[in-house]
């Protein structure tokens, strides 16, 4: 049996394991992989994602018993030292040496480290591997502040990540914009001004001479004699070709760096192989994944005597992710590569740009620039790639079409069957549509099952929804969302079932229209509905309910819940502080304002929630429903009652608001908020809903949203009165209630509406659909039913009961454990997964 | 936590030397679970009422190490009987253990018998 080591366990080379252990014949190889790191192979394109939680497991390409279970002898820890080619073995820095037929390099990058005096300091960080991150984090606690050298696609990934960290931000870039290789001088400077207005700071045409500072850095002097005073340095100004080894046995490099292949990533040695960040082909190294595993699977087609057409370089089109503006650059984005016409479009006002070059003879799209927006960016890649012939007005595709005309040539129907919709695993349309109509898949997990497309960065996946949606309908069949595997219904039709057939158990509604046991995506999905129809207590059914509806409070770390009472309008008296602060005291909850003008008491015993609450009710105190999908708060200021410039009393109209819609169950959780004038101090229009106050009334504004993906509220109506003003709410909240697909924010609900904000505006304003009254009348019922469910739960002895660790002994969780921090207590850590 | 999951061992059923007596069923909500205390582990007991089974596993759910998995959502997948745990949804296999929707690891799970009104959980010598 012929011998395969594979040097460097990154992207590239555990794609080279995949894809050699499918292959038809490539089982009949031993396969042996090195890697430096302590990890089996991870995603470093989602690196980042480790920031936000994501832990060194979930980043795996594959956990270590795939290695085992494909056969495959994975030595991570170890490092290559030395290649001897005439006797075709390799040596570790352990000192052991091991025979191969052939050789892949797959050493991928480091990143690449400018000459800059004083670099070695204390505080200076790259960003390329876990351990990198791993020091990133634990030095940026003691840190304010931190600077990015690069301001490139992986120094603003590195930025964000700085953001992330709670630090103050600086990019500091040598060229005089950012994204020079991608972006023009005006999406630059659009780029930058948006980057700015998230805080962070932008250092153009800086050249660093020296990192300062006394063992940790201060601080970077530029050679134009100016000095950036900072505690933290993440270099990410390129990368450099990890090709030592090559060098090191004699194999051919890259002046630029990089060891150089023909175009079958073939080194000079024909049994040895360079494939993805560490390959160099005609002077280009990739440094991507996708060009990466096109190299691996074209090795293995070589190794398994597979067709194989040659390497030919790829497409290095780019889309930057993340940073919470969108950028992308595709094909020739400058237009230099052949003479082209240029057509610009600039919304200063919206913060957009886009560039699109097109051939001089107005055929072909040749490359271009978004900026502020990207919702074309896969269509106008696809057409680059696919050499499509351009609509006759080729100005549509950046503008959208417009004057009652249809969109041209936008659509997934109008690619060519062999468009390569998912670059990392070089998926075609034909390959998805195939998969769909032959293969019967008729959802995204089973597409990304068969085709794996969509599994690598992801970017695909607006277009493979696109398509399945195109290709199921095709096929006669009505493309509708159901709920899950349980339930052949939308959200819609099983809230029409439950109304019209009365039906006030989910046991029943399975039994009737389900099939299977349920799961956690239905259960509490019918649990809103019928929390919404009926308004019953909803611990009659507490196993349906997501564990913080089952305990009426959200669940921490470790845990314990916290305790959220409602607070209308932000508005509290000293006596009602008072008791908080000695419930929280008694029972040793940690106490913090929370950003909905309330105060949230953390680390509460589930079988203390009763008795907590049972104080708190009699202080006067009522459930701030902080665990449902429901209202939560509805914000004020101060209004006229005390501010100068006030037009209306704006806590007493919060008060009314929030005691109107408190308890109110929906698809997702719903936030209001009054401003007593135009000066906006309560924030209204960043939700659900928002009233702002006029000289005549309110304003209202509607389907705004904060969360990581903020939206501005709309205006639905000026200058209305108090009744009309809250009739409007009453219709406008009960039709997202019965419409809105599961979990969908009202933004979310409002962006997939057909007809949007004028359709809206028809149906609450003008009645278009003539069931306003019926909408009111169902909102009156649901607010004549209101109860604390806190209440019913506290004089109910049975439903007390349920608030237990234990059923068969009265004891607490002996694992709960805190830690202190500035005299309160927080939990402990999670725990490491640990594997048996 | 590090060490409390080498707690939880597999019982196989033909080795089991005590059953332990838990609780009467009507501790347990239907469709639903709650958590036992046997010597020092945690033992999470459903009653899948839908489907007229019993199951036990580990209380422990180990993505984060933490003591919840009594206080998880029941369901099925095709026709297996899962459970979801309340803090990232990872779903475990009532029958197998094996998490279902990623690569978290397994966890244990415990025989388990009903008679007259109690419920009964499996150990054998090496608890
Ligand atoms: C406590 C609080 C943070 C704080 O310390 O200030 C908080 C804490 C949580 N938020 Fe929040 N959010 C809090 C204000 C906000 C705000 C600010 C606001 O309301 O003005 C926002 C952005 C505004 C918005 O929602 O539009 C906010 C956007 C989110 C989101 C993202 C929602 C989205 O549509 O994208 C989530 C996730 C979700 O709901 O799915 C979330 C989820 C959560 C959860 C429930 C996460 C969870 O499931 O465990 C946190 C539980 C806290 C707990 O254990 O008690 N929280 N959260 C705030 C409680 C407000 C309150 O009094 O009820
Ligand atoms: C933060 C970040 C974000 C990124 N985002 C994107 C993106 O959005 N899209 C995109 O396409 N690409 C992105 N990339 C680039 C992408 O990650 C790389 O192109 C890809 O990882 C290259 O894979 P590779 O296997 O060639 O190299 P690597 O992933 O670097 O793997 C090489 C491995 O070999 C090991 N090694 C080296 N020498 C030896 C030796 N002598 N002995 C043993 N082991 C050795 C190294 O330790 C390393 O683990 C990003 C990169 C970073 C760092
Ligand atoms: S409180 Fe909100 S923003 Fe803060 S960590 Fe929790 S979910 Fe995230
Ligand atoms: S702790 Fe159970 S899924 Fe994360």
Redesign the pocket.
């Known amino acids: 049996m012929k011998k395969v080591i594979v ?8 794609k080279f394991c995949e894809k050699l252990r499918a292959a038809e014949g490539g089982k009949d190889f031993k396969l042996t992989v ?4 302590p990890w089996p ?1 991870y995603d ?2 989602h ?2 994602a480790y920031f936000s939680g994501s832990n060194a497991e979930d980043l795996l390409m594959a956990p270590r018993q795939w290695y085992s279970d494909n056969a495959i002898e994975l030595r991570t820890n ?4 030395n290649i001897d080619r005439i006797q075709k073995k390799v040596f570790s820095h352990l000192g052991k040496e091991e025979e191969y037929d052939f050789l892949i390099l ?4 480091a990143a690449f480290v400018p000459p800059i005096k004083g670099v070695e300091k204390k505080g200076v960080f790259v ?3 876990l351990e990198d991150l791993d020091g990133i984090i634990s030095y940026g606690k003691q840190a304010k502040s931190a600077a990015v050298i690069g301001g490139g ?2 120094g603003l ?2 930025a964000k990540a700085v953001v992330d960290l709670g630090l103050k931000a600086h990019v500091v870039e040598f060229a005089s914009r950012l994204m020079p290789r991608q972006l023009d001088e005006n999406g630059s400077g659009l780029l930058k001004s948006k980057l700015e207005d998230l805080g962070i700071s932008i250092h153009l045409s800086k050249n660093t001479a020296e990192i300062s500072g006394n063992g940790k850095l201060t601080g970077l002097s530029f050679t134009d004699g100016t000095h950036l005073p900072v505690e933290m340095l993440v270099i990410s100004a390129g990368i450099k070709p ?1 090709d030592e ?1 090559a060098k090191g046995c004699g194999l051919q490099t890259a002046p630029r760096g990089g060891i150089i292949v023909n175009e079958f990533l073939q080194t000079e040695d024909p049994s040895i192989f360079a ?4 390959a160099s082909y005609q002077q280009m190294v990739y ?4 060009p ?1 595993y096109e190299m691996a699977t074209q090795v293995v087609n070589q190794l398994v005597s597979n067709q194989v057409k040659p390497f030919m370089g790829f497409d290095m089109s ?1 889309k930057l ?1 993340l940073i919470g503006v969108e950028v992308g650059s595709f094909g020739d984005p400058f237009g230099e590569g052949e003479p082209s016409k240029t057509i610009v479009f600039e919304d200063k006002v919206k913060g957009i740009y886009k560039r699109i070059n097109i051939s001089q003879d107005a055929k072909r799209l040749l490359g271009g620039i978004l900026v502020g927006d990207t919702s074309n960016y896969n269509m106008l890649w696809q057409m680059v790639q696919n050499n499509m012939p351009l609509p006759p007005e080729p100005e549509d595709l950046i503008l959208g079409a417009r004057g009652g005309k249809e969109s041209q040539g936008a659509g997934v129907e109008s690619l060519p069957d062999a468009a390569q919709i998912c670059s990392c695993e070089n998926v075609t349309k034909s390959d998805i549509c195939v998969a769909i109509s032959e293969g019967g898949m008729m959802d995204i997990p089973g597409i990304k099952s068969c085709t794996k497309a969509g599994t690598g ?1 992801g970017g695909c996946m607006p277009m493979i929804t696109d398509l399945l949606n195109h290709q199921l309908k095709s096929m006669g069949r009505k493309v509708k969302n159901v709920l899950c595997e349980h339930f052949d219904y939308s959200r819609q039709e099983l809230l029409d079932l439950v109304k019209i057939k009365g039906i006030k158990s989910y046991d029943a509604l399975l039994e009737d229209f389900g099939k299977g046991d349920g799961c956690e995506t239905c259960k509490p999905a019918v649990a809103s509905i019928l929390a919404s129809t009926w308004n019953e207590l909803i611990l009659k059914q507490d196993t349906i309910q997501d564990t913080n509806d089952r305990f009426l409070a959200n669940i921490q770390k470790g845990g314990t819940y916290s305790v959220v009472p409602r607070i209308p309008g932000g508005e509290i008296t000293p006596d009602k502080l008072i008791v908080i602060g000695q419930v929280a005291k008694k029972y040793g909850l940690y106490t913090k304002i929370t950003g909905g003008q309330r105060i949230d008491l953390f680390g509460a015993r589930v079988d203390h929630l009763p008795d907590i609450w049972e104080e708190l009710i009699d202080a006067g105190f009522e459930s701030g429903h902080a665990y449902g999908k429901s209202l939560r708060t509805v914000k004020s200021c101060v209004g006229s009652t005390w501010c100068r410039y006030g037009v209306q009393d704006a806590v007493s109209y919060a008060i009314r608001v929030e005691e109107r819609y408190r308890g109110l169950r929906s698809p997702h959780k719903i936030k209001g908020a009054v401003s007593g004038c135009i000066r906006e101090c309560a924030e209204a229009q960043s939700k659900d809903f928002g009233i702002i106050a006029t000289e005549k009334g309110w304003n209202l504004y509607v389907c705004g949203n904060g969360g990581s993906k903020p939206q501005h509220a709309q205006l639905l109506i000026n200058d209305v009165d108090d009744e009309t003003c809250i009739r409007y709410i009453d219709r406008f909240l009960m039709f997202y209630i019965k419409t809105a697909e599961p979990l969908n924010r009202t933004a979310t609900w409002l962006n997939k509406l057909e007809g949007g904000m004028d359709y809206l505006r028809d149906v609450v304003v003008n009645d278009c659909l003539g069931i306003g009254k019926e909408l009111e009348r169902e909102m009156d019922f649901m607010v004549e039913t209101y109860a604390c469910e806190w209440k019913e739960v506290v004089n109910n002895p049975e439903l007390r009961a349920k608030f237990k660790h234990f059923v068969n002994v009265d004891e607490e969780d002996p694992t709960l454990a805190f830690q202190p921090m500035r005299g309160q207590k927080i939990p402990a850590e999670w725990g490491v997964p640990q594997s048996k | 936590m590090i060490g409390e999951i080498e707690k939880y061992k597999k019982v196989e059923v033909n080795n089991i030397t005590t059953w332990f007596k838990a609780a009467s069923i009507s501790s347990f909500p239907e469709n639903g679970g709650a958590c036992v205390k046997f010597k020092d582990l945690q033992i999470a007991v459903f009653n899948f009422s839908r489907r007229g089974e019993w199951f036990a596993c580990q209380n422990l759910c180990p993505h984060k190490m933490q003591m919840i998995l009594s206080r998880g959502m029941l369901g099925s997948v095709a026709e297996e009987p899962k459970v979801a745990c309340p803090f990232h949804k990872k779903t475990f296999s009532l029958k197998t253990g094996k998490n279902l929707n990623g690569d978290a690891c397994e966890i244990t799970i415990y025989p388990v018998k009903v008679e007259e009104g109690f419920v009964y959980i499996g150990f054998d010598e090496g608890y």
């Open positions: 040097i460097g366990n990154g992207m590239v080379g555990y090195f890697g430096e790191e192979a470093r394109v690196l980042s170890e490092l290559i030292v797959a050493t991928g990058s960003y390329r591997t696609l992986l990934e590195a990890r080894l494939i993805g960040e560490a440094g991507l994944v996708a990466g780019t992710k960065c």
